[in-house]
């Protein structure tokens, strides 16, 4: 097995052959089943895993792309929300100095 760094692999001993285990071993069907899934499970995380480390180090420019495009939509909803927080608190304002103003005596 290899042991490189950045990039691990889990064990793949058990990707043996069904026939071989079957032989070995003599599991029940139900047994080499279940030894089966845990294989393909384990070639999918394999590949999940090599996916995963070649987008953390080559981010693709669409990507980038759509982040930058969120970015520039999360400030303006930020911008907007900031704007209408402002107005509601000069209305209140705004209400309230006209009825101390005309309470008066």
Same mark, same amino acid.
């Given at each position: 097995? /290899?042991? /490189?760094?950045?990039?691990? %692999?889990? &064990?793949?001993?058990?990707? %043996?052959?069904?026939? !071989?285990?079957?032989? %070995?071993? =003599?599991?029940?069907?139900? +047994?080499?089943? @279940?030894?089966?899934?845990?294989? #393909? *499970?384990?070639?999918?995380?394999? =590949?999940?895993? !090599?996916?995963?480390? /070649?987008?953390?180090?080559?981010?693709?420019?669409?990507?980038? /792309?759509?982040?930058? $495009?969120? +970015? #520039?939509?999360? &400030?303006?909803?930020?911008? *907007? *929300?900031?704007?209408?927080?402002?107005?509601? @608190?000069?209305?209140?304002?705004? $209400?309230?100095?006209?009825?101390? $103003? &005309?309470? $008066?005596?």
């Amino acid at each position: 097995m /290899d042991s /490189d760094p950045q990039n691990p %692999t889990l &064990s793949t001993s058990q990707t %043996t052959p069904s026939s !071989a285990l079957t032989q %070995t071993e =003599n599991l029940t069907p139900l +047994e080499q089943d @279940v030894l089966d899934e845990y294989a #393909r *499970l384990l070639g999918n995380l394999n =590949n999940l895993s !090599a996916m995963l480390a /070649d987008l953390s180090s080559n981010p693709s420019a669409e990507i980038l /792309d759509a982040l930058r $495009g969120l +970015e #520039r939509k999360t &400030s303006l909803v930020f911008t *907007l *929300l900031k704007a209408s927080v402002y107005s509601i @608190v000069l209305q209140q304002q705004i $209400g309230e100095e006209e009825m101390g $103003g &005309s309470v $008066g005596p």
